[in-house]
């Protein structure tokens, strides 16, 4: 049990990490929408 315990925040953080990148991703495609005419 301690081992499932110990895994979680890990598998939370890898999926928090790829949130962050494609939300990083979408911010970026956002930020050329706005700069180009």
């Known amino acids: 049990m301690s081992n ?6 890990l ?3 890898e999926i ?3 949130h962050a990148s494609t939300t990083q991703q979408q911010a970026a495609a956002a930020f050329h929408a706005i700069k180009s005419p």
């Open 4 to 9: 499932r315990k110990a895994g979680s925040p």
């Open 16 to 18: 928090s990490e790829k």
């Open 11 to 13: 598998v939370f953080a």
